[in-house]
Nanobody, 117 residues
């Protein structure tokens, strides 16, 4: 069973940046997707991005070029760099993997991102 641990959340002001990290307990095959989802209070969980260990990535439309993905394969770590943060980006951000497209099996505990106006 793959375990994932997120970190890097915090309280920032609108326009600031944060870098979230997702460490996996084991190295999965290169094409295995690592997802980022988020859930704001009172809202459903929504897709943020997906990537694999060889460099492919995709983002939700609301990202609008503000977020980027990078990875350190040696550390089994995926990074979500979030720039130009908006108050509406406030949510718990979770990484996940396994399962099928958009239905991952393994989830981290999440990290809180709060953006003040």
């Amino acid at each position: 069973q793959v375990q994932l641990v997120e970190s890097g959340g915090g309280l920032v002001q609108a326009g600031d940046s944060l870098r979230l990290s997702c460490v996996t307990s084991e190295r999965t095959p290169e094409t295995t997707l690592i997802y980022w989802f988020r859930q704001a209070p009172g809202k459903e969980r929504e897709f943020v991005s997906a990537t694999n260990w060889v460099g492919g990535s995709t983002f939700a439309d609301f990202v609008e070029g503000r977020f980027t993905i990078s990875r350190d394969n040696a550390k089994n770590t995926v990074y979500l760099q979030m720039n130009s943060l908006k108050p509406e980006d406030t949510a718990v951000y979770s990484c996940a993997t396994g399962g099928t497209w958009m239905r991952p099996t393994y989830w981290g505990q999440g990290t809180q991102v709060t953006v003040s106006s």
